[in-house]
């Protein structure tokens, strides 16, 4: 388990003084593959340098299995270290070094026996599926290829953490993707934990068990991954989990659609959100036929995180207006969440 | 063979044992002061980078305070320096003339900018991987070692390269106050006596030598790179 305490970290620049971390509390629990979401310069690369005490913070406690890191220095504060691997953005590989070279390199810092890092290293090779190129240099190697060596070599003294400091950020999307199932196998075969921090939700979709987001150097949010995409809280989380459903974009496009001609048809435009089980439910069938209100979709779609569907519509709704409140009300007491995009004049409002 | 080198190059064939020695003093002059000169020069950028800001012994007084002292060093004229060191090289090796007065000075001379090369070349390097070092748990001094100077290898042999270059020009420097090698040589004969034959012969010498060395440097510092 990692545990921060009332983190504090701030930069003095000649800009000013700039604060990477502010009273920053959070436990990763032990084995969880832990997502820490936030903008560049929201502080989340301080966050992640602290927990290996790359960056030390100004204030504040780091615990590892209950053991304080911060008072940690020289060699226990590496040997610590150790337990804990890292991979990062542009990978950080010796050029000068061949692929085994690289996966040997903490090995032979430890003076293994020649032979016991010959065998952990092609060991290590097979586990990230790259053993064809055991004599080749990074530079032979392509993005994926070469953020598999720095797994490989993070691997190399068995670490029980897993940090990824924007480990996906440089790679195209298939190629994110099959290094996310390899970060997910590490994690499950391994109990390995991971903490990765990245911009895209995409990623904290795809494997995070639970999330933080941070903006300002600040903690905002955190919960299960499925609660924070079908709860958002702050108004930050909300835009970034817009960002997977793409309802930024869709909400985008009605601004410029012919909503005026809807809304003279007496039409107005609801946001839908099912969750779970009701997801799967035929709502909008059902508010057909038992309110008699004219429903069309504009826009809809389903994402799976952590194995439950989330659901998104963009409905335009025409009808008798009594029927039509009393079918919101219906759905939200099934607990599905509607927000009005755009909604009929009243009376009053045109008087 | 003996004719021609005679007919159009009398003086060079009459004191080609002179020629000879110079060339050996030369070779003495640049391989000493190259080895203790580049060594130190190289500690001293190894010691400018790591204390630099984000480095990994940051220090800005050692930084700035040696910044310094090689800002000064490098700007005084290697004549001139010659002639301010002359007591400092009478007292180290007991002579302030011929090849053995001449390193004392060439040494000094060529520390600022063995040191900056160096820094430039160390600059080169990805700080990103020193940090996956320092993740690993692996201690500063052998990421110097193992990481910094590896990966700039090819860098610090180009550097190298250029610092035997200009200490080849410093012998001839040197050697115009009395400091022997080739460059003496070609003073003393080639213009002093009109010797002009001495003169080009001197020249093509050190022409052929510089290209040696560069290609090798050059070669050295590709086959090294990945």
Same mark, same amino acid.
């Given at each position: 388990m990692i545990k921060l305490e009332n983190?504090?970290?701030?930069?003095?620049?000649?800009a000013g003084d700039v604060h990477a971390l502010s009273n920053v509390s959070l436990t990763i629990p032990k084995g969880s593959v832990y997502g820490i979401v936030g903008a560049s310069g929201a502080g989340k690369s301080t966050l992640i340098r602290s927990i290996n005490l790359l960056e030390k913070p100004d204030a504040g406690k780091v615990f590892i299995d209950g053991e304080n890191i911060t008072l940690l220095s020289g060699k226990s504060l590496e040997q610590k270290r150790q337990k804990i691997g890292m991979i990062f953005q542009h990978f950080n590989l010796l050029k000068s070094k061949t692929v085994?070279?690289?996966?040997?390199?903490?090995?032979? =810092?430890r003076k293994e026996k020649p032979k016991e890092i010959e065998k952990r290293v092609d060991a290590l090779l097979k586990l990230v599926d790259l053993e064809d190129k055991k004599g080749s240099y990074p530079s032979q190697l392509s993005g994926g290829q070469k953020q598999r060596v720095a797994i490989a070599r993070a691997l190399a003294n068995d670490p029980n953490i897993l940090l990824c400091d924007e480990a996906t950020s440089a790679l195209d999307p298939q190629t994110t993707a099959s290094i996310l199932t390899l970060l997910r196998n590490l994690n499950e075969k391994l109990g390995i934990t991971v903490v990765l921090i990245t911009h895209q939700m995409s990623v904290v979709k795809e494997i995070c068990d639970r999330v933080a987001v941070v903006e300002a150097g600040q903690i905002v949010e955190e919960a299960q991954t499925y609660e924070l995409f079908a709860n958002p809280q702050k108004e930050i989380t909300k835009r970034f989990v817009d960002t997977v459903f793409h309802n930024d974009d869709v909400e985008r496009l009605l601004e410029q659609d012919d909503l005026q001609k809807r809304l003279s048809r007496g039409e107005e435009i609801w946001h839908l959100v099912f969750r779970g089980e009701g997801a799967n439910h035929a709502y909008i069938a059902e508010l057909i036929r038992k309110f008699y209100l004219d429903i069309s979709v504009i826009y809809g779609s389903i994402e799976i995180i952590q194995n439950k569907p989330i659901g998104?519509? =963009?409905?335009s709704i025409g009808g008798n207006d009594g029927c039509l409140r009393g079918a919101l009300g219906y759905l939200r007491r099934e607990g599905i969440s509607t927000e009005p995009l755009l909604l009929k004049e009243t009376e009053e409002a045109i008087g | 063979m003996k004719e021609l080198l005679i007919r159009y190059l009398p003086n060079v064939f009459e004191l080609q044992d002179y020629f000879l020695q110079s060339i050996k003093e030369t070779a003495i002059m640049v391989l000493i002061t190259g080895a203790i000169g580049l060594s130190l020069g190289v500690i001293t950028g190894i010691i400018l980078v790591v204390t630099d800001k984000g480095g990994l012994y940051e220090n800005s007084t050692v930084h700035s305070l040696l910044g310094r002292v090689i800002n000064v060093v490098r700007s005084i004229p290697f004549v001139i320096l010659i002639a301010l060191m002359v007591t400092f090289t009478r007292f180290l090796v007991g002579t302030a003339i011929g090849v053995k007065g001449a390193i004392v000075p060439m040494v000094v001379g060529v520390i600022p900018l063995a040191s900056r090369l160096t820094e430039q070349a160390l600059l080169e390097t990805d700080p990103g991987v020193l940090e996956a070092g320092r993740s690993m748990g692996i201690s500063r001094g052998y990421l110097i070692r193992h990481v910094m100077i590896p990966e700039a290898l090819p860098g610090l042999i180009? +550097? *190298?390269?250029?610092? $035997? &270059?200009?200490? &080849? #020009?410093?012998? +001839?420097? +040197?050697?115009? *106050?009395?400091? #022997? #090698?080739i460059g003496s040589f070609a003073i003393r004969y080639g213009y002093n006596r009109y010797m002009e034959d001495v003169t080009i012969v001197c020249v093509l $010498?050190?022409? &052929?030598? *510089?290209? &040696?060395i560069q290609s090798l440097g050059n070669r050295a510092a590709d086959r090294l790179t990945h």
């Open positions: 983190l504090e970290k701030t930069y003095h620049t000649d085994y070279e690289n996966i040997a390199f903490p090995l032979k =810092y998104n519509l =963009y409905v | 180009r +550097a *190298v390269v250029t610092c $035997f &270059i200009s200490l &080849i #020009g410093l012998t +001839a420097m +040197a050697g115009s *106050v009395g400091g #022997g #090698g $010498f050190l022409l &052929i030598l *510089v290209s &040696i």
